[in-house]
């Protein structure tokens, strides 16, 4: 059993940065592909982005490639988000998940077996 706390949310303008961490409870972090969701306003839940166990691979979507950047400390059994260049589309309640092994399918909700509670990220225009 994992639990996951996320953390880091808040207002920020259009162009600002926000860094989300999200703590892991339990053993064998390392283990774990960790990824970042969200859920804007009436839509569904899309991926964001994923990093492998040792923190040797990362994904993105295309969406946030080149803003935004995944990494984590196996040491803290934390991972984080930090996202630049914010803009109103990124508006969304951001979620962390884990799932137990690699999957090919990092980028698909149904792959993670634990997920955390959110933190609401809201970017002013």
């Known amino acids: 059993q994992v639990q996951l706390v996320e953390s880091g949310g808040g207002l920020v303008q259009a162009g600002g940065s926000l860094r989300l961490s999200c703590a892991a409870a339990?053993?064998?972090?390392?283990?774990?592909?960790m990824g970042w969701f969200r859920q804007g306003p009436g839509k569904e839940r899309e991926f964001v982005a994923a990093?492998?166990?040792?923190?040797?691979?990362?994904y993105y979507a295309d969406s946030v490639k080149d803003r935004f950047t995944i990494s984590r400390d196996n040491a803290k059994n934390t991972v984080y988000l930090h996202m630049n260049s914010l803009n109103p589309k990124d508006t969304a309640v951001y979620f962390c998940a884990a799932r137990r092994g690699y999957s090919t399918n990092y980028y698909q909700t149904a792959s993670y077996d634990y997920w955390g509670q959110g933190t609401q990220v809201t970017v002013s225009s």
């Open positions: 339990g053993r064998t972090f390392s283990y774990y592909l």
């Open positions: 990093i492998s166990g040792s923190g040797g691979s990362t």
